[in-house]
């Protein structure tokens, strides 16, 4: 492309590739320099090489497991991050599990410092939770109490870590659509008029002298979480609660709404 020149020409020089190369150099402003001028919001992530502090806040879950003799203490201790700033984070920092029972041991104290080893490390930990509570027992589960299936003691030890996790705001419940809670009233308040109904049908008929089956209201369970079913539900595969029952000829569970008829 050719340039027009105007003005008179006092002098030139030549620019070799090298004087180029020069001058970039000398433009060139260091990246640790220019990355030092960043403004940076001090904000403490969670990361391994965080020292532990003298005092450490937690919480302390107790097991009672068919599976074990004596109950189990499991203590998850947190660091808060950033305190006092509107960063201001909890995170689980170690965790203990502690028993009379001794015939678990060895797999409890190296569960715990692979657990406490993740959890220092940063990051996402909440992966622990799944991991954990998809462990079934060859021997079998068992019902805790309220009716829900555990299908391993590591499991239940992975549902406790998600319960603190959630306390913390680490992990968060999905919300449930009020079209949803509205079906689940609507099937519980019908149950409980159809065994209203039985009841007053089974005095009728001792009354009358007919063979039928004496007046009982099926008693209701309350459930750990404040949620009542009665003793004779069945367990839910969706929700893993005793809850299912069978109504007009369809199992309905009366804690999620599942139901085999859609």
Not at 89 to 98: A, D, K, T, Y
Not at 114 to 137: P, Q, W, Y
Not at 146 to 169: Q, T
């Amino acid at each position: 492309m050719a340039v027009k020149i105007d003005k008179k020409i006092k002098g030139y020089a030549v620019v070799t590739p090298e004087d180029k190369a020069k001058a970039v150099q000398a433009d060139a402003v260091p990246r640790a320099v220019a990355e030092a001028e960043l403004p940076t919001a001090d904000v403490i992530q969670m990361h391994e090489r965080i020292e532990r502090p003298e005092v450490l806040i937690g919480s302390t879950y107790k097991i009672k497991s068919p599976l074990v003799e004596h109950a189990m203490y499991v203590t998850i201790n947190d660091i808060v991050l950033n305190a006092g700033s509107e960063h201001e984070q909890r995170r689980p920092f170690e965790i203990f599990i502690n028993s009379k029972s001794m015939d678990h041991f060895q797999w409890i104290v190296a569960l715990t410092r692979i657990m406490s080893a993740v959890f220092r490390k940063g990051g996402d930990v909440t992966f622990l939770v799944e991991e954990m509570k998809a462990v079934f027992d060859p021997k079998g589960g068992y019902f805790k109490a309220g009716g829900v299936y555990m299908p391993s003691l590591v499991a239940e030890l992975g549902m406790i870590v998600e319960d603190h996790l959630k306390s913390i705001g680490m992990i968060h419940d999905p919300e449930m659509s009020p079209e949803r809670r509205a079906l689940i009233a609507e099937k519980r308040r019908a149950f409980e008029e159809r065994s209203k109904k039985n009841a007053e049908i089974s005095v009728a008929g001792e009354m009358g002298g007919a063979l039928v089956a004496p007046a009982h209201e099926e008693d209701i369970e309350v459930t750990g979480d404040g949620a009542s079913f009665p003793p004779s539900a069945t367990m839910c595969h969706k929700c893993s609660n005793k809850a299912v029952v069978i109504m007009d000829g369809c199992a309905t569970c009366l804690n999620c709404g599942y139901s085999k008829c859609g």
